[in-house]
């Protein structure tokens, strides 16, 4: 792993974990997942720090992971309670562990999101988190807690149901509550399916209400299948919203802290990454990072999405201005002028082709060096193509190394982009009618992704008058987040 030059180990395991708040737990090989102590070495440090609570309770789950985890005598005695007799159980005493189990729907981004979302509402619920790891997510990501492990073993009882589980699935609980299935004291579930999706029903938004919250408390295991970030919806369950507060006094931290401390690309990717860091952004005075998202179909280059970006990054300073070609207008000319690193991410090339060209053509007003560089151009989304997701989650990662970010409209990718980096980014507005929008982007409130669809339920019509910060998304009027 090519990293600076006179690398020292002990010292930047040291100051990882030091700028890190004692977010991480320590007892990890270091050689099996570079990443966990070396993202320091290329990421600022941190202004936002984690609480002592949010340190003290992810170390206390870590032990409840080690507890009920998979292969611990917790965990068969769970998993035989979803054997035959898998309709209903009487009450458990209460020491018995329960699970939710993540599972990946959609593109990374939202995968990303609905993962740290389970893993809060696995802090307020002390629920052990497993993660359906039959796509590549080991390919992405190392093993995030100590001494154990979080993938859902392969001869988890229900793995063959996993993929049936939808809205008309018998124990999917919107559907249950649809259908008034006894839902009593006396008799629980041993499992449930959760859907939290953009297009939910009434009844599957009813998760968010803490007297069904009360009920779902004694069900062993939940199977969530999500795209979304919820962890703003969970904030409004008020007994949750009580826990939260202690946990991060910082309300719009909760993803930058619970992404740094889940999140640990593998040897791979972080090669990947560090590869294009120390190639094109290391020796730059200011790197800005650009994620472009066409949403449209078809997709691809459009001129209007060129002058969005262009307008966007001159009026808020981001990128200089150009001088006509041959002029003398040029001002600040030096013999080591600033240098600017464009950290370009999208599918298709061309957006970082005709930028790169613009500053070629023509020198800079300011007679800052601007350099263009885009690591990958896939063209098209191909999910689940390990080299793929690879490439797209070490692009997320350069990108919340950046200094000043850019990102689109309800792009998921870029959501956690800027929530890893801690940054508020410019959101680029989504265009209209094939024109650039004016004003063509907008300052983000808070580094925090937004909940796109917040599954907002009747019962926390009251509770969000209350909570001055979960607000409207600047670039989804629908949507809520943390600010
Ligand atoms: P969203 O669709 O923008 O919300 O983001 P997702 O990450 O959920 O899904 C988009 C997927 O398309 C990504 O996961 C990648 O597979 C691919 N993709 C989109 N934009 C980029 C990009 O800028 N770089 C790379 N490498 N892949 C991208």
Redesign the pocket.
């Known amino acids: 792993l090519l990293l600076l030059p006179s690398y020292n180990i002990f010292n930047s395991q040291k100051s990882h974990l030091t700028t890190t708040g004692g977010l991480l737990a320590t007892d990890f090989d270091e050689e099996s997942c570079m990443s966990r102590y070396h993202q320091s070495s290329l990421r600022k440090p941190s202004p936002y720090k984690p609480s002592t609570t949010l340190v003290s309770k992810l170390r206390s789950y870590e032990m409840l992971h080690k507890r009920c985890g998979p292969n611990t005598d917790a965990y068969k005695r769970a998993t035989k309670r979803l054997g035959y007799n898998n309709d209903v159980i009487t009450n458990s005493n209460g020491d018995e562990c329960r699970y939710v189990v993540w599972t990946p729907m ?6 990303i999101l609905s993962m740290v979302s389970v893993f809060t509402y696995a802090l307020m619920t002390d629920r052990v988190m497993l993660v359906d790891h039959r796509n590549d997510i080991t390919d992405l990501f190392c093993e995030p807690f100590p001494g154990t492990s979080w993938l859902l073993p392969s001869d988890f009882p229900l793995t063959d149901q996993i993929d049936s589980f939808n809205r008309t699935h018998s124990h999917c609980y919107g559907t249950m509550l649809k259908n008034h299935h006894a839902v009593n004291s006396t008799t629980t579930p041993s499992h449930l399916y959760i859907d939290i999706f953009h297009d939910s029903r009434d009844h599957d938004k009813m998760f968010f209400c803490e007297e069904n919250q009360a009920f779902i408390k004694n069900v062993p295991w939940l199977v969530v299948k999500s795209n979304l970030y919820y962890a703003p919806s969970l904030w409004l369950i008020p007994s949750f919203q009580t826990k939260l507060i202690n946990l991060f006094p910082q309300r719009d931290t909760v993803f930058h802290h619970l992404s740094h401390y889940l999140f640990h690309p593998t040897n791979q990717v972080w090669g990947m990454v560090t590869r294009s860091y120390n190639a094109y952004l290391s020796r730059a005075d200011e790197v800005i990072g650009l ?3 066409v949403f449209s179909t078809p997709s691809g280059y459009f001129q209007h999405v060129m002058d969005q970006i262009v307008s966007c990054t001159q009026r808020e300073k981001l990128l200089p201005e150009l001088a006509t070609t041959g002029s003398s207008q040029v001002m600040n000319i030096t013999k080591t002028p600033k240098l600017k690193a464009v950290l370009v ?3 298709h090339p061309e957006y970082s082709d005709e930028l790169r060209n613009m500053f070629l053509e023509r020198p800079s007003l300011t007679g800052e060096i601007v350099e263009v560089y885009q ?2 151009g ?1 063209r098209i ?3 689940d193509k390990k080299v ?2 690879q ?2 989650l070490a ?1 997320i990662y350069l990108l919340s190394l950046t200094d000043k970010l850019v990102t ?1 409209t ?5 959501y956690v982009a800027h929530g890893l980096g801690g940054l508020k980014p410019w959101i680029l507005y989504e265009p209209r009618h094939q024109k650039a929008p004016d004003p063509p982007c907008v300052r983000a409130m808070s580094m925090e992704p937004c909940s796109l669809k917040a599954p907002i339920s009747v019962c926390q019509a009251e509770t969000i008058k209350t909570t001055p910060f979960v607000k409207y998304c600047e670039d989804r009027i629908t949507g809520i987040k943390l600010v």
């Open positions: 959609f593109g990374l981004g939202n995968r994620q472009i998202r991410t999208s599918l690591p990958s896939e989304q191909q999910t793929h997701d490439k797209a692009e689109s309800r792009s998921t990718f870029g």
